[in-house]
Each structure stands twice: as structure tokens, then as C-alpha cells.
């Protein structure tokens, strides 16, 4: 195989505090974030779905948060009060405005998910729960080749939950 033919670097996962100094870029503010371990705890349930894809559109990599790390994350992204944070947990689902700004999350959060100077990946989207996840992302998220969860206290929104990120 030529140099010109070589796969990419695989994607590795990436470290809390990298992850960390992401959020703090974006928020103004790094959330609090404690490994949870390789698998999804019990009772994991990802609302919010980044999708992120190489040069050849194949699913890379997901980025994935629950209900409350996806209002509170959006809520700070927003500048919104931390009332709206408990407002849409209580409701169940995040409204337009709010899911806009979850998605800009995601899309800055690619510089974490891409790993590698060699692998360019782009988010393609944000699926969500409730208006039903599709089959690619329901089989990737069962069975990522590598995968990382955290749990994530927004203190400021009071809001705490869980975030992945899954390799595939």
C-alpha cells in the first residue's frame, strides 16, 4: 500500500480535561466532569445525537447528551436563566431555539472528537430522541469500538447529567 493509499490515524478518545477546556471555551466556564466508566451506566439515555462523518462519509464518531447536559448546555450557551433548564427537563424535550444551540456545542466539539491532524471529520448533524433516532445511529451507539462517558455537573444551570463519546 502507497503512502497515497494509507488509511487515517484512528481516532482516539479523547482525555476529561481536553474535554473540559473545550466546554470552558465555549461556555465561558468549565463544567464539572467525572469518568464514568466505559459502558453506559444504567439508565443512560441519549436525547441529543452528534453525528460526525469523514471525508468519505462514513459515521466516525458520535457525541451524545442526556436531557439535562443538553438543556444546560444550551441554557449556557444561550445565556438563558437556569429556570428554563428545569422548565424543559419537566416538559421533556428541548424547543427549537434550544436545540440550535445544543448543535453549535457539537459542532465546536468536533475539535475534540478528531483527534488526529490526519482525520478531518465534520459534523453532518444532531438526531434527536424524540423525534426518533435512526437506525445507523441506534446500531452505533449499541456497539461503538471505543467509547467514553462522563458525568457532567453545569452548576450554573443546575443541571447534571450524562454525556458519551463513542467511537465507531
Known amino acids: 500500500m502507497s503512502s497515497a493509499e494509507q488509511a487515517p490515524a484512528p481516532l482516539t478518545l479523547p482525555d476529561l480535561h481536553n474535554l473540559s477546556d473545550t466546554f470552558e471555551m465555549v461556555l465561558g ?11 453506559p451506566p444504567a439508565g443512560a439515555m441519549p436525547v441529543a445525537v452528534g453525528c460526525y462523518r469523514d471525508d468519505e462519509g462514513r459515521l466516525a464518531a458520535l ?10 448546555l444550551a441554557a449556557a450557551m444561550a445565556m438563558l436563566p437556569r429556570q ?10 428541548l424547543p427549537k431555539d434550544m436545540r ?12 475534540v472528537v478528531a483527534t488526529s491532524p490526519d482525520v ?6 444532531v438526531e434527536w430522541l ?3 433516532l435512526s437506525d445507523e445511529i441506534c446500531d452505533a451507539l449499541e456497539s461503538p469500538r471505543a ?3 462522563a458525568r457532567v455537573d453545569l452548576e450554573d444551570y443546575a ?10
Open 159 to 168: 443541571a447534571a447529567g450524562l454525556l458519551s463519546v463513542a467511537l465507531l
Open 63 to 72: 457525541f451524545w447528551t442526556d436531557l439535562a447536559v443538553s438543556a444546560g
Open 29 to 39: 466556564k468549565a463544567p464539572a466532569l467525572v469518568d464514568a466508566g466505559w459502558a
Open 100 to 111: 440550535e444551540s445544543v448543535g453549535e456545542v457539537f459542532n465546536i466539539a468536533v475539535g
Open 130 to 132: 424524540a423525534d426518533g
Open 84 to 93: 428554563r433548564v428545569a422548565e424543559v427537563c419537566e416538559e421533556g424535550d
Open 120 to 125: 478531518h471529520l465534520r459534523m453532518t448533524g
Open 147 to 149: 467509547a467514553l462517558f
